[in-house]
Structure formats: structure tokens, C-alpha cells
T-cell receptor, first 116, second 114 residues
Framework: GENVEQHPSTLSVQEGDSAVIKCTYSDSASNYFPWYKQELGKRPQLIIDIRSNVGEKKDQRIAVTLNKTAKHFSLHITETQPEDSAVYFCAATPRGGGTSYGKLTFGQGTILTVHP | DGGITQSPKYLFRKEGQNVTLSCEQNLNHDAMYWYRQDPGQGLRLIYYSQIVNDFQKGDIAEGYSVSREKKESFPLTVTSAQKNPTAFYLC?????????????FGQGTRLTVV
């Protein structure tokens, strides 16, 4: 099945700096890659996603890049703010037959801390 | 709030007991999922269902059971066979059975074995 590795596990930055979180996936047939943000005590919420037919997607201060050949994708947050502090999860959806179809596999999570 | 509701928010279980976690959605989503969240291990898939009366095991299904008798409901039972059940459990739903659209999460149930 699909395996998603996420790095780093913790990331500490100063307000205004950029933050980058990287994920690799194992199944070359995966075609959907969402990123979720989970604030302390709250549910994960989608912040951005990308499909395999696109190499990059931006939404204000956040962007995601996808390298299908290398099977990795990254989340970029620019001009970080203290309210960006949270746990961020990447995920991938493998395609194919059998029980893996439609199954969303998450990375281990990154704890981002933005210091004022 | 978000259309997907989990209950209870906190649950305490004695060793050897089965407990059932509720998950209800009014989003008319076809797919529903159960994840377990432990510190440092991300979200691990327990079970998922793409259609009523059908479900598949995820990566850590041992000691858990589910049912999908109604589209809106996907309850998870933590059985006594689950050796380390203390965790945060998240239910999610998605309009797509292909897993290629946003998954919406419930607020979670924190289960503690006492």
C-alpha cells in the first residue's frame, strides 16, 4: 500500500520567515495530495491540495509543489505569522484496484511553531 | 459545525469492555473514514467505507469493528481485543469514493482506558 513520509517532525521559525514541509510517497499511481492544518484541540482542516496533473498551486501565503518523478511534494508558507502555528499533515491517495482505492494515507505530521 | 458530528467528545473505558464511538454526517457524502491519532504518528486509517453496507480495513483494523447501515452513520466499536486503545479518534467523510476530494473531519473522540 501507499506509504507517506513527512519531514521535519518539528519546525520552529521566526515570524515573517518562510517554512517548508516536505513529503514523499511510495505509490507512483497516487494522484491527489492534500495538506491539512490541525490547531491544538481542533479538527484537521484542508488548507490546500494538488492533483497530479499540476506541478504547483498557490493560495495567498501558501503554496504546494509536486514532483511526480521524484514522488515528493512540499508545502511552502511565506511570511509566517504566529497563527500559522499548528500541526500540518500531508496525505496521498493511491489509485488502483482492490482495497487501496480511495484510501487517504497521511504523513506523520509536522509541528510548526512561529515565534513572534 | 462542519456537518459531521462525533460523540462523545471524551470516553472512558475499563479494560475488557467494548465501546462504540458515534459518527454522523448530514453532508450526503458517500465515503466515510475512521482514523486514530497518536502523538508523533500522524493519522492512521482504521476502516473506511465507500458505500452503504460495505467497508474496508485500513492499516490498523485489528481490534476494531464498524458498520455502515445508513449513509449518514459510521459507528466504530473498539473491542477488548484492541491492546492499546487510548488515543484520539477522528471520523471523516468525503463526497468522493475515489478519495480525490476534500475529507471533512469531525471534532474527534478522546478515548481513555482506565
Amino acid at each position: 500500500g501507499e506509504n507517506v513520509e513527512q519531514h521535519p517532525s518539528t519546525l520552529s521559525v521566526q515570524e515573517g520567515d518562510s517554512a517548508v514541509i516536505k513529503c514523499t510517497y511510495s505509490d507512483s499511481a497516487s494522484n491527489y495530495f492534500p495538506w491539512y492544518k490541525q490547531e491544538l484541540g481542533k479538527r484537521p482542516q484542508l488548507i490546500i491540495d494538488i492533483r497530479s496533473n499540476v506541478g504547483e498551486k498557490k493560495d495567498q501565503r501558501i503554496a504546494v509543489t509536486l514532483n511526480k518523478t521524484a514522488k515528493h511534494f512540499s508545502l511552502h508558507i511565506t511570511e509566517t505569522q504566529p497563527e500559522d502555528s499548528a500541526v500540518y499533515f500531508c496525505a496521498a491517495t493511491p489509485r488502483g484496484g482492490g482495497t487501496s482505492y480511495g484510501k487517504l494515507t497521511f504523513g506523520q505530521g509536522t509541528i510548526l511553531t512561529v515565534h513572534p | 459545525d462542519g456537518g459531521i458530528t462525533q460523540s462523545p467528545k471524551y470516553l472512558f473505558r475499563k479494560e475488557g469492555q467494548n465501546v462504540t464511538l458515534s459518527c454522523e454526517q448530514n453532508l450526503n457524502h458517500d465515503a466515510m473514514y475512521w482514523y486514530r491519532q497518536d502523538p508523533g504518528q500522524g493519522l492512521r486509517l482504521i476502516y473506511y467505507s465507500q458505500i452503504v453496507n460495505d467497508f474496508q480495513k485500513g492499516d490498523i483494523a485489528e481490534g476494531y469493528s464498524v458498520s455502515r447501515e445508513k449513509k449518514e452513520s459510521f459507528p466504530l466499536t473498539v473491542t477488548s481485543a484492541q491492546k492499546n486503545p487510548t488515543a484520539f479518534y477522528l471520523c471523516a467523510s468525503s463526497p468522493s469514493t475515489q478519495g480525490t476530494t476534500e475529507a471533512f473531519f469531525g471534532q474527534g473522540t478522546r478515548l481513555t482506558v482506565v
